[in-house]
């Protein structure tokens, strides 16, 4: 007889049970992972600035819609920049510590945003944000993972994923539409943070310090000079992407001393990524697999849906006059 007809095939490693040990045994084990999902869904509704209610702060405070548009830019840089130090975060916080602290950034920056701060302290902060933004959400997804796919499937958790994310966007773009045109713009803020106190007061209460991983140094080995560096060249990138068309981008001196200044960053953060040992992005990130074919496709993709979303708003506002209440609305489900 064959030996090979005797040999089992060998089974993989143990997939780990779904588990929340950092509640309190008083809290029911069904409701546990619903918590967080509405701790998800209260940190993907916070923002720097909510642009459903652009135009009423563009009238109160005298400033341009791409000075707002700026604070979404800042938003979203604060988010992807931070995304490369949550594990390190996580191995090291425990889970009650994260979470606390993300809501009261979150709680700081959208008290200060409501005044008329000067334009690059007020997208620092909306940076802050959304650096506490990402954080909650990873915290909150990261914990009911495997409640959500048992067999940790990537291909069930993305998409559960955006279903959090978008509904998210759509709603609290709504709201801040709403709160502009039937109260005041800042309700929005003071919406965000009662949902951060919830945050606050469910961490407090139901839950205790629990640490996923040992604990490792988070800060050890991480360039954050670089991140700074980064930070400010993708701030001057959106900038420019986001003021071009307002200045008559290259007929103007403005424009033109920052895309020097851009260039000289730029070199700057190459620089380091290639001589310092431990760079904060990696030169070996782009040759990982399918990197430089997924930035492709997300870029195209991108391009052609804002294509479709700035001719969108080009109808309904220049030409249909709508407000922006209605313009949100019509962007909801039927």
Avoid at 109 to 123: E, G, K, S, V
Avoid at 207 to 231: N, S, Y
Avoid at 245 to 256: A, G, M, T
Wanted: charged residues 15%.
């Amino acid at each position: 007889m064959d030996n090979n007809e005797n040999k089992k095939p060998q089974a993989g490693p143990p997939l780990m049970a779904f588990a929340m040990p950092m509640y309190h045994d008083f809290v029911p084990k069904w409701i546990r992972p619903w918590i967080y999902v509405v701790l998800a869904f209260c940190f993907q509704f916070s923002n720097g600035m909510y642009l459903g209610a652009m135009n009423n702060v563009v009238g109160e405070w005298g400033i341009m819609r791409e000075d707002v548009q700026m604070c979404l830019y800042a938003t979203l840089i604060g988010m992807a920049l931070y995304f490369p130090v949550l594990f390190r975060m996580k191995f090291h916080f425990s889970n009650k510590s994260l979470l606390m602290a993300s809501a009261l950034v979150i709680i700081v920056c959208n008290l200060l945003a409501t005044f008329r701060l000067p334009l690059p302290l007020l997208w620092i902060l909306c940076v802050l944000c959304g650096m506490a933004k990402i954080q909650g959400t990873f915290e909150c997804m990261s914990n009911i993972q495997l409640w959500m796919t048992p067999k940790r499937d990537f291909a069930v958790f993305f998409p559960l994923l955006h279903i959090v994310l978008l509904t998210s966007i759509e709603f609290t773009g709504y709201l801040a539409a709403w709160f502009a045109f039937d109260m005041h713009w800042t309700y929005m803020h003071w919406l965000v943070i009662l949902l951060m106190i919830g945050v606050l007061l469910v961490q407090a209460l139901l839950t205790r310090p629990f640490h996923a991983m040992p604990q490792i140094v988070p800060l050890k080995g991480i360039d954050f000079f670089g991140a700074v560096l980064w930070c400010v060249f993708w701030l001057q990138v959106a900038w420019l992407l986001d003021y071009g068309d307002w200045l008559d981008w290259w007929h103007s001196s403005q424009f033109r001393l920052v895309s020097g200044t851009t260039l000289l960053t730029f070199a700057v953060c190459l620089q380091r990524m290639l001589n310092h040992p431990k760079p904060y992005f990696e030169l070996a990130m782009w040759r990982y697999h399918n990197v430089v074919p997924v930035i492709l496709l997300i870029g195209v993709v991108e391009a052609l849906f804002s294509t479709e979303h700035v001719l969108e708003m080009v109808y309904y506002e220049e030409v249909m006059h709508y407000a922006d209440h209605t313009y949100e609305e019509l962007n909801q489900c039927r």
